[in-house]
Each structure stands twice: as C-alpha cells, then as structure tokens.
C-alpha cells in the first residue's frame, strides 16, 4: 500500500502538467461578438484639438497611436468577432498603423484577412489593392517616397486593376478615379474638424470608433493622398481601355404630338398642356431630365464607427 501511494505521488507533477494545457485552453477561450455592441469600450484622452493631433509630429501621434493599437491587437486577441463590419473596422485600422509605422510586411498579411471577409463579387476583387500595391512597392524600394518609389508603385497598382473585368468593377472604378482626384490633405483635415473636433471639445476624449477615424485620417494624409496622383492615372488608362459609349434608346421611341391629335387635345383639357413632350412640330426636341444618382457622403458608419474619406483601399 505504501509503495502505491508512493508511486502516485511521484506520478502528481507528471498529471498536473498534462492537466494544465486544458485547464489553460479553458481559461484563454475567447468571447463570442455577435454585434459591435458586444465590443468592449475604450477612451482616449485628447489634449487640444484632434485636428491638431493628427498632424502632429511622429512622436507625439505615435503616444496616441500605441495606445489604440494596444486595445486593438486585445480586441482581436480576446474576442471571437463574428460580425464582418466590426471586424473590418479593426482590421483597417489596425492596417492604417502598419502603414504609418513601415511595417510593410505584416500590413500584407493584414490586406489578405480584410480581402478574406468579403463576399461580393466586386469588393472581393477590389478591396485592398490600393494598399497591396503600396506595401509591395516600399518592400521592393525599401522606401515609400521618391521618383524609384512612384515608378514601382505605378507598376504595382496597374498590375492590380488591369487583369480586373470591366463588368464587374466598373463602378468600382469609376468611383475611386473621382475620389483619388479630388483626394486632399485637406479634405481629411476637414473630416476631422468636423467629426472629431466637436467630440474632443466636449469631453477632451475620443472613444473607440472616433480614435480609429482618427488613425485612418492620418494614414490618408500621409499615405494615400501623396501617391494618388499615380492611382488616378492608372484608373483613367483602365477606364478608357474598358469604357464604350452605350448606344441612345430613346430616339427610336421619339414620339411628337400636335395640336390636332386625340392625346394632346385630351391633355389641353386636362389642363395639364405642359406635360407633353411636345404640342406642336415646332416643338419636336425632347429634353429629358437624366436619372441623378444620390451624392457620394464623405463619411459613411458601419457598426457605429466613423469612416473618414479614402478609407476603403
């Protein structure tokens, strides 16, 4: 009996470390996310203006910056998300402090889990190759400025958006040519003026969603808006290579009423004369009034995060 319980004792450290990998499995399993308000919540504290802030210099911006990277990386860690905006969020913030910080290799990676989440046929194709043919083109340079830089970026994102087929991209491309014209240092200023200003006047704080507007505001002014130059030309080259002159339907379809036919002496009496087309041969052109799409936000919220301009690459 004494040999037996001998033998157990020796065999106690041997169980326990066996044990401990589950125990620790247990204790390190993550929390399900269903929904951005199952995300925990975060402050940051802001002394000045976040206008100010975002073009501060590099120290300063990075205090800010590491400290929502830090909450990011344990949101990411700690958390199952299973919802796709708010993991998307994430992953682009956390992609735009890759950028700012040159860590050009891991920002790959991070374009590869963001492409992952998307199921449409056109973003599946498009998203992230703005910022691919980037991080691609600072690796090979081993710079992110400069004519050897430009040229290789210019390259690099042309290899991207040509092998793309027209008909599902188009608008696509369309809207990225208009966008990375009128892309401007300014026009991110402005965003943050406008949407985060007011928040840190009010509490002298920026929560989760506006810290990370804020983190892609600055990966906009300094790394998409000096490099869209090169992307607008290659969307202009794409867009002329794909884009035909779709033929004019309706002047077949013409159709010109006078004064002595049924229709139009119905729509006298009616009262409603001026809602034909045309009363008589002399008014025989037709002015039709274009379909007008609805204007282009600056900002769009997706899971209640603030989307600054320019943050879908």
């Given at each position: 009996?004494?040999?037996?319980?001998?033998?157990?004792?020796?065999?106690?450290?041997?169980?326990?470390?066996?044990?401990?990998?589950?125990?620790?499995?247990?204790?390190?399993?993550k929390?399900?996310?269903?929904?951005q308000?199952?995300?925990?919540?975060?402050?940051?504290?802001?002394?000045?203006?976040?206008?100010?802030?975002?073009?501060?210099?590099?120290?300063?911006?990075?205090?800010?910056?590491s400290?929502?990277?830090?909450?990011?990386?344990?949101?990411?860690?700690?958390?199952?998300?299973?919802?796709?905006?708010?993991?998307r969020?994430?992953?682009?913030?956390?992609?735009?402090?890759?950028e700012i910080g040159?860590?050009?290799?891991?920002?790959?990676?991070?374009?590869?889990?963001?492409?992952?989440?998307?199921?449409?046929p056109?973003?599946?194709?498009?998203?992230?190759?703005?910022?691919?043919?980037?991080?691609?083109?600072?690796?090979?340079?081993?710079?992110?400025?400069?004519?050897?830089?430009e040229?290789?970026?210019?390259?690099?994102?042309?290899e991207?958006?040509?092998?793309?087929?027209?008909?599902?991209?188009?608008?696509?491309?369309?809207?990225?040519?208009?966008?990375?014209?009128?892309?401007?240092r300014?026009?991110?200023?402005?965003?943050?003026?406008?949407?985060l200003?007011?928040?840190?006047?009010?509490?002298?704080?920026?929560?989760e969603?506006?810290?990370?507007a804020?983190?892609?505001?600055?990966?906009?002014?300094?790394?998409?808006?000096?490099?869209t130059?090169?992307?607008?030309?290659v969307?202009?080259l794409?867009?002329?290579?794909?884009?035909?002159?779709?033929?004019?339907i309706?002047?077949a379809?013409?159709?010109?009423?006078?004064?002595?036919?049924?229709?139009?002496?119905?729509?006298?009496?009616?009262?409603?004369?001026?809602?034909?087309?045309?009363?008589?041969?002399?008014?025989?052109?037709?002015t039709?009034t274009?379909?007008?799409?609805?204007?282009?936000?600056?900002?769009?919220?997706?899971?209640?995060?603030?989307?600054p301009?320019?943050?879908?690459?």
């Amino acid at each position: 009996m004494k040999n037996q319980l001998f033998a157990l004792a020796r065999l106690a450290p041997l169980i326990l470390i066996l044990a401990a990998p589950s125990s620790y499995s247990q204790a390190a399993a993550k929390k399900t996310v269903a929904s951005q308000a199952d995300m925990p919540r975060h402050s940051y504290a802001v002394e000045g203006l976040a206008s100010a802030l975002v073009q501060a210099d590099d120290a300063t911006f990075g205090v800010f910056a590491s400290k929502v990277r830090a909450d990011i990386e344990s949101d990411l860690r700690d958390y199952d998300i299973k919802d796709r905006s708010t993991l998307r969020d994430l992953l682009s913030a956390k992609l735009s402090l890759q950028e700012i910080g040159g860590e050009y290799e891991a920002a790959l990676a991070t374009v590869d889990a963001l492409r992952a989440l998307e199921d449409k046929p056109s973003p599946k194709l498009t998203t992230g190759i703005l910022a691919r043919a980037y991080l691609k083109a600072a690796i090979g340079t081993r710079s992110a400025a400069g004519p050897e830089f430009e040229e290789a970026f210019g390259r690099r994102y042309m290899e991207e958006v040509n092998p793309l087929p027209w008909d599902v991209v188009s608008d696509w491309a369309k809207q990225s040519y208009a966008s990375a014209r009128l892309a401007a240092r300014a026009v991110g200023l402005a965003f943050v003026m406008t949407e985060l200003d007011p928040a840190v006047l009010k509490s002298h704080a920026l929560d989760e969603s506006e810290a990370e507007a804020l983190v892609r505001m600055r990966a906009y002014t300094q790394v998409v808006v000096p490099h869209t130059p090169v992307q607008a030309r290659v969307l202009k080259l794409y867009i002329a290579a794909h884009n035909s002159v779709k033929p004019d339907i309706w002047a077949a379809r013409e159709v010109t009423l006078t004064a002595d036919q049924p229709l139009a002496r119905c729509w006298s009496r009616s009262g409603t004369r001026g809602s034909t087309r045309a009363s008589s041969p002399a008014s025989s052109s037709t002015t039709r009034t274009p379909r007008q799409a609805a204007p282009t936000a600056s900002r769009s919220t997706t899971s209640g995060r603030r989307r600054p301009p320019g943050s879908t690459r």
